[in-house]
């Protein structure tokens, strides 16, 4: 294990958010009280020290290996790095407590939109902007992680490789810079058109590029009270219906799409279900919450549809955007916690378990019942079946109960914070599932037991940080970091 050049990726890093808090830094000098000023330079210079102080201690290091070094980077990036990105919070005033700035922290680099804030009026641009550009870095190291903790062995059963252009492939490894170079430039001009998109259809800019960088990376964080049905503008809804889809669908198939690479596109039917999923849950809103949801504050047909449409939008890719207040209370819980456990796509910014997986799982389901039905049938059986698949199957069902059972550990941890069993299901889901806002959207404030997450205990708020951080890996490459063997390697 070369922990050197670990920590020589680690101090990119922190120049990385470094870099980031300069346009916060601009706005807090330019609007913003002299607590917000001094909070957000602190944080800017200390994290471009350590960075710099990171590099220059390890500029020997040599190359990482992407198997391993790289998921240390990654558990460096959502445990450690929250703790410079919280500073702000805590020096400027606006949270109270460092376990509800860590919170609100990996939140944002998690992309799961969980907030302490109960109120964004008032608060200062920079920290609004701040956050929001959280969850932009976060989706973009999201898409960076499945590169470092999946895609370097091709030999591993949880490798797609219908979802590998030849381009980002150099032999059984992938080149990182490759897969940064094909990533990076698609995920920038996404934002850059949603923000543009906003814009004309009428948003101001500011809550427009907070938006963007929200809707891109399926994070949900809001940059003002209330819900995007206040803005007024249906269009913008369609918007952000778009981009949530394209943000929830895996990036490179999208890339495929753009350069024309057809056999890849044919060849990964994931996006179809995602998006069959959000015409199918907007037909169910249309059927059943029409009606009720026409209530003065939607006054068109064309903003109902809108309105459903980025409802379903935004519980199918895990964004979690606050919609509309009464189209939310259509939806029954257990579909919120079905639609926030199932996620997206796989290779997107989207949480939960994914689609594809889900897929397998049920195909494999199928096939083992056929064969308990009918044991001599050749059609149940899983003789003939390449090793990969079988090896691949194995791989997914391990991780659906790894998964599950760490929701039931952490609903068990939240109910020992007043919470009842209702509620530390739903927070324990929309933590692990990162989909943070389905844990208020979902439930009425007479609910007994109920608390927001800037009413949970400190220790509660860490512990569903921690979720956070677990949804956001790759459980299988999580668990070697209790390996024994992967620490003596």
């Known amino acids: 294990m070369r922990y050197q050049a670990v920590a020589n990726i680690v101090g990119w890093l922190f120049l990385v958010m470094a870099a980031a808090a300069v346009f916060p830094t601009l706005t807090a000098l330019s609007n913003d009280p002299a607590a917000t000023q001094n909070a957000f330079i602190l944080m800017m210079l ?42 702000p919070f805590v020096l400027s005033g606006t949270i109270d407590t460092i376990a509800g700035a860590y919170f609100e922290a990996v939140s944002g680099l998690t992309t799961t939109g969980a907030t302490v804030f109960t109120e964004l009026t008032g608060q200062p641009e920079a920290i609004l902007l701040w956050r929001a550009e959280l969850q932009w870095l976060g989706g973009l190291a999201t898409l960076m992680a499945w590169a470092v903790l999946v895609a370097p062995d091709m ?5 797609d490789p219908t979802l590998a252009p030849s381009a980002l492939q150099s032999g059984r490894h992938w080149l990182p810079r490759s897969v940064y170079g094909a990533i990076l430039p698609l995920y920038t001009g996404m934002t850059a058109l949603c923000f543009f998109g906003l814009v004309v259809t009428g948003l101001p800019a500011f809550d427009a590029i907070c938006l963007a960088f929200a809707t891109v990376s399926t994070g949900g964080f809001m940059p003002r009270d209330g819900s995007l049905v206040s803005y007024g503008t249906p269009a913008a809804l369609l918007v952000v219906s778009l981009f949530m889809f394209l943000g929830a669908i895996s990036l490179l198939w999208v890339r495929a799409l753009m350069q024309r690479q057809m056999s890849i596109v044919r060849a990964n039917p994931e996006p179809i279900w995602v998006l069959t999923a959000i015409i199918l849950l907007s037909v169910y809103l249309l059927l059943v919450g029409l009606n009720a949801s026409n209530n003065g504050t939607i006054v068109s047909l064309v903003e109902a549809l809108s309105v459903i449409l980025a409802t379903a939008s935004s519980h199918i890719t895990t964004t979690g955007f606050n919609v509309s207040e009464s189209m939310h209370t259509q ?15 796989r290779y997107s910014t989207a949480g939960g378990v994914k689609f594809q997986r889900i897929g397998v799982m049920f195909t494999a389901s199928m096939r083992e019942f056929h064969h308990l039905v009918f044991p001599h049938s050749a059609i149940g059986s ?44 739903l927070a324990a889901v929309s933590a692990i599932g990162n989909v943070g806002p389905a844990y208020d959207l979902a439930q009425s404030s007479d ?43």
Do not use: C, H
């Open 46 to 87: 200390s994290s471009a020290f350590t960075g710099g102080g990171l590099i220059l201690a390890t500029r020997e290091s040599g190359p990482i290996d992407m198997r391993r070094e790289g998921l240390l980077v990654i558990a460096a990036l959502w445990l450690l790095l929250p703790l410079w990105a919280a500073i």
């Open 155 to 159: 030999r591993s059963p949880q490798f």
């Open 331 to 345: 939806l029954p819980l257990v579909l919120v916690l079905a639609l926030g456990f199932v996620g997206a796509g």
């Open 382 to 425: 899983t003789r003939g079946l390449p090793k990969r698949t079988l090896a691949t199957e194995g791989a997914i069902w391990a991780n659906f109960f790894v998964v599950t059972g760490a929701v039931v550990l952490l609903a068990l941890v939240m109910s020992t914070s007043g919470l009842n069993l209702t509620s530390s299901l």
């Open 447 to 489: 609910i007994a037991g109920r608390l927001g997450y800037d009413e949970l205990p400190g220790p509660a708020q860490i512990a569903l940080a921690v979720g956070m951080v677990f949804g956001r890996f790759e459980v299988l490459a999580l668990l070697s970091l209790f390996n024994i063997a992967y620490w003596r390697s």
